[in-house]
């Protein structure tokens, strides 16, 4: 007998990628379906998947077993957000109504809105105040489903600033459910006082900045802006290229204002992700494939932009690009962390289909952080992160759009929404 400190039953369907590597192409839509199914999980590991008479047969509970009922719910694996600013302080709520009444984005930013408000106001937090922000907002994304995030800096624009950023994530994330992989957005965009000496704040990135953090082993990434307001493609090779020489695997916001040859970019370093992509060309697409580069949709941001341009979901996925999807959860371009959100933006307005969704948000969002292995998808051996939701099946994520139902969510083997 499996013995088993957690088992979830009465799962009307589970639903679930396999394997340990992003898929791309028709295996994005292919999912093991189980009706009728329990799951089985020791000691923060899965032990068991299947049918639960199986389940009955095979497994035996502790004496401290957790009985999770479903109710007739449907399990999924539990959500992989791979791009957040999570470490931000303040809220945009005034350049989001500026933008109804005709603002753009690089309008409000051109003047000294949109990022550069937000360091301000990240530039007067202190670290303790900091993570204790990063804290309750990693409660809210765990109670929406969310159970590995990625989170950037790229609010402080300084050495100290933004390491105190990193360090307010991990400071946040020590003992939390929620699982944190960090990035370092040193090149988010230029601060004001560097204006009128961009290569100056760019040599304090490649000397001061960087070094620190790789040190100090504070993030697993670096990531660059690449943009008409940001950093061009050649200031970013730089960067990034630094960054890959003490050892951080390198990421990219990418062609999502124009086409900046960002998705290119993200091709010829390895990056193992480009993200937002809504004006990537087709040769940086047909790039990305060839390098194996994840494309990180952000349809939520997208929709709340109010752009034009829809993302590329359906070119990413025909030319071969395993497709993740992610909130962009930050206060200016998409104040939104629900992952539930996102998948119905990406079905909506991106093009995927329901279970090509599921994909973009559990395994291939887990292989873009490097984390596939052990999140992800629900097999034996991986780490127990799983999510009842309040429907009968899968469509049902998307086809009853506008609320997420979640029933319970398991962490590490714990139950704890």
């Not at 890959?244 to 193992?272: S, W």
């Amino acid at each position: 007998m499996i013995p088993a400190d957690l088992v979830v039953s009465g799962i009307s369907e589970l639903a679930t990628p396999e394997g340990k590597t992003a898929l791309a192409g028709p295996d994005a839509g292919r999912l093991k379906i189980i009706h009728g199914a329990a799951v089985a999980c020791h000691e923060g590991r899965i032990v068991f998947v299947g049918e639960e008479a199986e389940c009955i047969a095979t497994v035996q509970p502790t004496r401290d077993c957790t009985p999770v009922d479903a109710a007739g719910g449907t399990v999924l694996p539990g959500f992989v957000d791979a791009h957040t600013h999570l470490p931000f302080a303040g809220w945009r709520e005034t350049e989001f109504d500026e933008r109804l009444h005709g603002a753009s984005y690089s309008d409000i930013a051109s003047r000294g809105g949109g990022i550069l408000s937000t360091v301000e106001a990240v530039r007067a937090m202190d670290r303790k105040s900091l993570a204790a922000l990063v804290r309750g907002r990693l409660n809210d994304v765990l109670a929406q489903g969310t159970t590995t995030a990625e989170a950037k800096s790229g609010y402080g624009l300084d050495p100290e600033t933004e390491i105190m950023q990193l360090e307010a994530l991990g400071d946040a994330g020590s003992g939390h459910p929620v699982q944190l992989a960090t990035t370092f957005l040193g090149a988010h965009t230029v601060p004001k006082e560097y204006r009128d000496n961009r290569q100056g704040y760019i040599r304090l990135i490649l000397d001061e900045m960087l070094p620190q953090v790789a040190r100090r082993r504070l993030a697993s990434f670096a990531d660059a802006f690449v943009d008409a307001n940001a950093f061009s493609v050649e200031e970013a090779r730089m960067i990034l290229e630094a960054a890959k020489g003490h050892g951080l695997k390198v990421r990219l916001h990418a062609d999502q204002l124009a086409d900046d040859g960002g998705a290119l970019l993200a091709a010829q370093l390895e990056a193992v992700s480009a993200d937002h992509l809504e004006f990537a060309s087709d040769e940086g697409i047909e790039a990305m494939a060839a390098a194996g580069t994840c494309g990180v949709l952000l349809p939520a941001a997208t929709f709340f932009l109010m752009m034009d341009r829809k993302p590329p979901g359906r070119r990413l996925l025909d030319a071969g690009v395993p497709v993740v999807v992610a909130t962009d959860f930050n206060p200016g371009t998409c104040p939104c962390e629900s992952m539930s959100a996102a998948v119905w933006f990406a079905c909506l307005t991106a093009g995927l289909g329901v279970d090509e969704a599921i994909t973009a948000t559990t395994l291939n969002a887990a292989a873009s952080l490097g984390l596939a292995k052990e999140v992800g998808t629900i097999e034996v051996g991986k780490r127990a992160d799983l999510v009842v939701h309040d429907f009968p099946n899968r469509y049902h994520l998307v086809y009853r759009f506008g609320i997420p139902r979640i029933k319970a969510v398991v962490a590490g083997g714990k139950r704890v929404v």
